[in-house]
Protein backbone atom coordinates (compact mmCIF):
# COMPACT_ATOMS: atom_id res chain seq x y z
CA UNK A 1 0.00 0.00 0.00
CA UNK A 2 1.60 3.66 -0.94
CA UNK A 3 -0.75 5.37 0.84
CA UNK A 4 -2.18 6.87 -2.52
CA UNK A 5 -5.66 6.90 -2.57
CA UNK A 6 -7.66 7.04 -5.47
CA UNK A 7 -11.43 6.95 -6.48
CA UNK A 8 -13.51 5.49 -8.03
CA UNK A 9 -11.36 2.45 -9.10
CA UNK A 10 -13.58 1.95 -12.03
CA UNK A 11 -15.75 4.00 -14.42
CA UNK A 12 -17.84 3.52 -17.21
CA UNK A 13 -19.20 6.69 -18.93
CA UNK A 14 -20.08 7.70 -22.67
CA UNK A 15 -18.52 9.58 -25.26
CA UNK A 16 -19.21 13.44 -24.50
CA UNK A 17 -19.47 12.57 -20.80
CA UNK A 18 -17.44 14.63 -17.71
CA UNK A 19 -15.99 13.08 -15.23
CA UNK A 20 -13.85 13.62 -12.24
CA UNK A 21 -11.10 11.40 -11.00
CA UNK A 22 -10.15 12.17 -7.15
CA UNK A 23 -6.77 11.63 -5.48
CA UNK A 24 -5.90 11.47 -1.78
CA UNK A 25 -1.81 11.87 -1.59
CA UNK A 26 0.08 10.30 1.31
CA UNK A 27 0.13 12.18 4.36
CA UNK A 28 3.04 14.83 4.24
CA UNK A 29 3.50 14.63 0.69
CA UNK A 30 2.78 18.35 -0.83
CA UNK A 31 3.09 17.06 -4.40
CA UNK A 32 0.72 15.23 -7.12
CA UNK A 33 1.08 14.44 -10.12
CA UNK A 34 -1.17 12.65 -12.77
CA UNK A 35 -0.32 10.12 -15.25
CA UNK A 36 -2.83 8.26 -18.24
CA UNK A 37 -1.62 4.65 -19.44
CA UNK A 38 -2.83 3.92 -22.03
CA UNK A 39 -2.47 0.44 -24.60
CA UNK A 40 -0.75 2.33 -27.26
CA UNK A 41 0.89 5.14 -25.59
CA UNK A 42 1.91 3.69 -22.21
CA UNK A 43 2.71 5.80 -18.97
CA UNK A 44 2.15 9.53 -19.98
CA UNK A 45 3.10 12.28 -18.11
CA UNK A 46 -0.06 14.91 -17.60
CA UNK A 47 0.22 17.34 -14.75
CA UNK A 48 2.10 18.22 -11.69
CA UNK A 49 0.97 20.70 -8.40
CA UNK A 50 3.00 21.16 -5.74
CA UNK A 51 1.09 22.86 -2.77
CA UNK A 52 -2.05 23.94 -4.50
CA UNK A 53 0.07 25.64 -7.27
CA UNK A 54 0.81 23.66 -10.82
CA UNK A 55 4.10 23.38 -11.46
CA UNK A 56 4.63 21.21 -14.49
CA UNK A 57 2.76 20.23 -17.35
CA UNK A 58 2.99 16.92 -19.62
CA UNK A 59 0.71 15.81 -22.46
CA UNK A 60 -2.51 16.97 -21.10
CA UNK A 61 -5.47 17.82 -23.67
CA UNK A 62 -6.99 21.41 -23.25
CA UNK A 63 -10.16 19.37 -22.34
CA UNK A 64 -8.62 17.96 -19.31
CA UNK A 65 -7.81 20.14 -16.39
CA UNK A 66 -7.05 19.38 -12.28
CA UNK A 67 -6.58 21.49 -9.08
CA UNK A 68 -5.01 20.44 -6.17
CA UNK A 69 -7.11 21.72 -3.31
CA UNK A 70 -5.85 23.62 0.38
CA UNK A 71 -6.45 19.54 1.92
CA UNK A 72 -4.04 18.41 -0.72
CA UNK A 73 -6.00 16.22 -2.38
CA UNK A 74 -6.53 16.64 -6.48
CA UNK A 75 -9.23 16.27 -9.23
CA UNK A 76 -8.77 15.34 -12.61
CA UNK A 77 -11.93 16.58 -14.61
CA UNK A 78 -12.01 14.68 -17.90
CA UNK A 79 -14.71 16.24 -20.54
CA UNK A 80 -16.14 15.73 -23.83
CA UNK A 81 -14.87 12.03 -23.16
CA UNK A 82 -14.03 10.52 -26.48
CA UNK A 83 -13.48 6.38 -27.14
CA UNK A 84 -9.04 7.32 -26.91
CA UNK A 85 -9.57 8.92 -23.60
CA UNK A 86 -10.30 5.16 -22.36
CA UNK A 87 -7.13 4.70 -20.02
CA UNK A 88 -5.72 4.23 -16.55
CA UNK A 89 -5.50 7.44 -15.29
CA UNK A 90 -2.97 7.35 -12.25
CA UNK A 91 -2.39 9.43 -9.09
CA UNK A 92 1.24 10.00 -7.38
CA UNK A 93 2.60 12.21 -4.82
CA UNK A 94 5.86 12.77 -3.17
CA UNK A 95 7.88 14.87 -0.72
CA UNK A 96 8.08 17.78 -3.35
CA UNK A 97 9.68 21.29 -2.96
CA UNK A 98 8.82 24.64 -3.18
CA UNK A 99 11.68 25.39 -5.83
CA UNK A 100 9.62 22.61 -7.88
CA UNK A 101 12.15 19.92 -7.66
CA UNK A 102 11.46 16.40 -6.02
CA UNK A 103 13.45 13.35 -5.47
CA UNK A 104 12.07 11.06 -8.34
CA UNK A 105 10.95 9.02 -5.59
CA UNK A 106 7.00 8.89 -6.20
CA UNK A 107 4.50 6.98 -4.70
CA UNK A 108 1.87 5.80 -6.85
CA UNK A 109 -2.19 5.04 -6.21
CA UNK A 110 -3.95 1.99 -8.20
CA UNK A 111 -5.34 3.82 -10.65
CA UNK A 112 -8.64 4.71 -11.59
CA UNK A 113 -9.80 2.89 -14.95
CA UNK A 114 -11.44 4.88 -17.23
CA UNK A 115 -13.70 3.39 -19.95
CA UNK A 116 -15.77 5.32 -22.62
CA UNK A 117 -18.42 4.00 -24.72
CA UNK B 1 16.01 14.81 -19.50
CA UNK B 2 18.04 12.30 -20.93
CA UNK B 3 16.15 9.16 -23.73
CA UNK B 4 16.73 6.07 -22.48
CA UNK B 5 16.93 2.49 -24.44
CA UNK B 6 15.88 -0.87 -22.92
CA UNK B 7 15.45 -4.37 -24.60
CA UNK B 8 11.52 -4.94 -24.62
CA UNK B 9 11.82 -8.32 -22.94
CA UNK B 10 14.02 -10.63 -20.92
CA UNK B 11 13.16 -13.82 -19.19
CA UNK B 12 14.87 -15.30 -15.82
CA UNK B 13 14.60 -18.30 -14.34
CA UNK B 14 13.43 -18.41 -10.72
CA UNK B 15 15.80 -18.11 -7.87
CA UNK B 16 18.19 -16.78 -10.15
CA UNK B 17 19.79 -13.16 -11.23
CA UNK B 18 17.45 -10.79 -13.15
CA UNK B 19 20.09 -8.38 -14.76
CA UNK B 20 18.15 -5.44 -16.61
CA UNK B 21 20.21 -3.30 -18.63
CA UNK B 22 19.75 0.30 -19.60
CA UNK B 23 21.35 2.61 -22.17
CA UNK B 24 21.61 6.40 -21.26
CA UNK B 25 24.43 7.36 -23.79
CA UNK B 26 23.10 11.32 -23.44
CA UNK B 27 22.71 11.60 -19.74
CA UNK B 28 23.93 14.93 -18.44
CA UNK B 29 25.87 15.11 -15.38
CA UNK B 30 23.36 16.48 -12.85
CA UNK B 31 20.90 13.61 -13.85
CA UNK B 32 20.25 10.64 -12.05
CA UNK B 33 19.26 6.84 -13.19
CA UNK B 34 15.82 6.27 -11.64
CA UNK B 35 13.94 2.40 -11.75
CA UNK B 36 10.54 1.71 -11.54
CA UNK B 37 8.43 -1.42 -11.84
CA UNK B 38 4.70 -1.74 -12.42
CA UNK B 39 3.30 -5.46 -11.85
CA UNK B 40 0.16 -5.86 -14.38
CA UNK B 41 -1.79 -2.50 -14.29
CA UNK B 42 -0.52 -2.26 -10.85
CA UNK B 43 0.68 1.44 -10.12
CA UNK B 44 4.30 2.13 -10.83
CA UNK B 45 6.90 1.05 -8.06
CA UNK B 46 10.00 2.90 -6.96
CA UNK B 47 13.26 0.65 -6.75
CA UNK B 48 16.22 2.56 -6.67
CA UNK B 49 17.67 5.39 -7.82
CA UNK B 50 21.52 6.38 -8.33
CA UNK B 51 23.89 9.15 -9.92
CA UNK B 52 27.30 8.08 -10.35
CA UNK B 53 28.64 5.37 -7.20
CA UNK B 54 26.54 1.79 -7.35
CA UNK B 55 23.73 1.51 -5.28
CA UNK B 56 21.76 -1.20 -3.26
CA UNK B 57 18.72 -1.36 -0.96
CA UNK B 58 16.46 -4.12 0.26
CA UNK B 59 14.79 -4.75 -3.37
CA UNK B 60 17.87 -4.35 -5.25
CA UNK B 61 21.30 -3.38 -6.72
CA UNK B 62 21.90 -0.55 -9.31
CA UNK B 63 25.32 -0.76 -10.90
CA UNK B 64 26.28 2.14 -13.04
CA UNK B 65 29.26 2.00 -15.40
CA UNK B 66 32.00 5.12 -15.13
CA UNK B 67 31.13 6.70 -17.68
CA UNK B 68 27.50 6.52 -17.11
CA UNK B 69 26.02 5.65 -20.26
CA UNK B 70 24.32 2.72 -19.20
CA UNK B 71 23.23 1.03 -16.45
CA UNK B 72 21.89 -2.57 -14.91
CA UNK B 73 19.51 -3.00 -12.48
CA UNK B 74 20.03 -6.73 -10.96
CA UNK B 75 17.45 -8.55 -8.87
CA UNK B 76 19.46 -10.95 -6.55
CA UNK B 77 16.88 -13.88 -6.73
CA UNK B 78 14.47 -13.68 -8.93
CA UNK B 79 10.88 -14.88 -7.59
CA UNK B 80 7.46 -15.39 -9.93
CA UNK B 81 6.70 -12.26 -7.90
CA UNK B 82 9.41 -10.07 -9.65
CA UNK B 83 7.70 -10.40 -13.36
CA UNK B 84 6.59 -6.98 -14.06
CA UNK B 85 7.86 -4.53 -16.42
CA UNK B 86 10.85 -2.45 -15.68
CA UNK B 87 11.28 1.25 -16.26
CA UNK B 88 14.67 2.95 -16.20
CA UNK B 89 14.41 7.03 -16.29
CA UNK B 90 17.04 9.48 -16.75
CA UNK B 91 15.86 12.08 -13.93
CA UNK B 92 16.85 15.89 -13.57
CA UNK B 93 15.53 16.87 -10.05
CA UNK B 94 13.00 19.42 -11.09
CA UNK B 95 12.35 17.92 -14.12
CA UNK B 96 9.45 15.59 -14.86
CA UNK B 97 9.78 11.95 -14.86
CA UNK B 98 9.24 10.40 -18.16
CA UNK B 99 8.43 6.43 -18.39
CA UNK B 100 9.80 5.25 -21.47
CA UNK B 101 8.41 1.56 -22.91
CA UNK B 102 10.89 -0.06 -20.63
CA UNK B 103 11.50 -4.35 -20.40
CA UNK B 104 9.17 -6.72 -19.54
CA UNK B 105 10.50 -9.42 -17.56
CA UNK B 106 8.91 -12.60 -17.32
CA UNK B 107 10.64 -14.90 -14.17
CA UNK B 108 9.61 -18.48 -15.11
CA UNK B 109 9.54 -21.66 -13.07
Known amino acids: DSGVTQTPKHLITATGQRVTLRCSPRSGDLSVYWYQQSLDQGLQFLIQYYNGEERAKGNILERFSAQQFPDLHSELNLSSLELGDSALYFCASSVGSLAGGHTGELFFGEGSRLTVL | DAKTTQPPSMDCAEGRAANLPCNHS???????VYWYRQIHSQGPQYIIH???NNETNEMASLIITEDRKSSTLILPHATLRDTAVYYCIAFNQGGKLIFGQGTELSVKP
Open chain 2, 26 to 32: TISGNEY
Open chain 2, 50 to 52: GLK
